[in-house]
């Protein structure tokens, strides 16, 4: 169930910034699909509140992976 989820996350991150290495592409979407899960199983405030914040995360790193200079 991770890989599958990581795997699409990956996939989105790729189809929006292709810049980034396979690396830091697999480890951002493996963060992100862990820190849902932390949320799915503690939740800390409502569904809606988390799934837009945890967007913003994959955004972030999406953004700060895709602007740094010899990260390839």
């Known amino acids: 169930m991770l890989g599958a989820a990581t795997a699409v996350v ?3 991150a790729r189809a929006h910034a292709p810049e980034i290495s396979d690396d ?3 480890f951002g979407a493996e963060s992100v699909v862990r820190l ?3 949320h799915i199983v503690l939740p800390t405030a ?3 509140h988390t799934a837009e914040r945890l967007a913003d ?3 972030l790193l999406v953004n700060t992976y895709s602007t740094r200079p010899g990260r390839r």
Do not use: G, P
Request: charged content about 35%; cysteine-free.
């Open 10 to 12: 990956e996939d989105w």
């Open 24 to 26: 830091d592409l697999r």
């Open 36 to 38: 849902v899960v932390s």
């Open 46 to 48: 409502a569904v809606e």
């Open 57 to 59: 995360v994959a955004a």
